[in-house]
């Protein structure tokens, strides 16, 4: 998505607030996710802003903290988020597991979602007990007034069978929630890849457009 933002001259930055993993991904950056982004945008940004918080245990940010004896600092957070804002004219943010990931005891994922006034796009897949999960994820931003674009579902299989074939319907039937694209699993996959196939998608075009227009 950054990438294909990018090829639209919109400057996008990006930012993965929330990082763990079994170990440092390189010298400039110790998540591997944050790599790809800051690729895919073709930025240059410290590491510690684009990621404040990293902690070397593929856990939540809560257990990880714990197990590690440090804590996670929230206004950093925002203040580098912020800081952020001022520099770039729309920012992709990407978030850490599931909606309700502790960050600390008594602040989740949603709870920065909201401090950061975020619209979200969920990834789904189409594989069992996928609805279960993303209709769970849509309650609880309809819940916390979180406001949802679309969901889109990933890596789905080049042959699906009839379930995985349904599962993208049923969820927009029963929850009213648009879906965004449906992307097949790709050989040799990369942001360029997906950047192309998101490109043609007419909801995709049209939130690139409202973003250009500004």
Not at 58 to 66: F, G, I, N, T
Request: net charge positive; charged share 20%.
């Amino acid at each position: 998505m950054a990438w294909l933002l990018c090829r639209n001259k919109i400057k996008v930055g990006i930012m993965k607030p929330f990082a763990t993993s079994s170990k440092i991904y390189s010298n400039d950056n110790n998540s591997q996710d944050t790599a790809i982004l800051a690729k895919a945008a073709n930025i240059r940004e410290p590491d510690q802003i684009l990621n404040p918080v990293f902690f070397p245990i593929p856990a939540s940010p809560l257990m990880a903290a714990e197990i590690l004896n440090k804590t996670v600092n929230l206004k950093t957070v925002i203040k580098k988020f912020n800081s952020l804002k001022e520099k770039y004219d729309f920012i992709l943010v990407e978030g850490i597991g599931g909606i309700m990931v502790p960050i600390t005891t008594r602040v989740s994922l949603q709870d920065i979602m909201r401090k950061m006034n975020l619209p979200i796009i969920i990834v789904s897949r189409t594989k069992l007990g996928s609805i279960n999960h993303t209709i769970l994820t849509i309650s609880a931003c309809k819940e916390t007034k979180i406001p949802i674009i679309g969901v889109i579902f990933n890596q789905t299989p080049k042959h699906p069978d009839i379930v995985e074939s349904l599962t993208p319907k049923y969820i927009e039937k029963l929850t009213q929630v648009k879906t965004i694209s449906i992307i097949p699993s790709m050989d040799k996959c990369n942001f360029k890849k997906i950047g192309s196939y998101l490109g043609k998608n007419t909801i995709i075009k049209n939130l690139i457009s409202d973003l250009t227009d500004k």
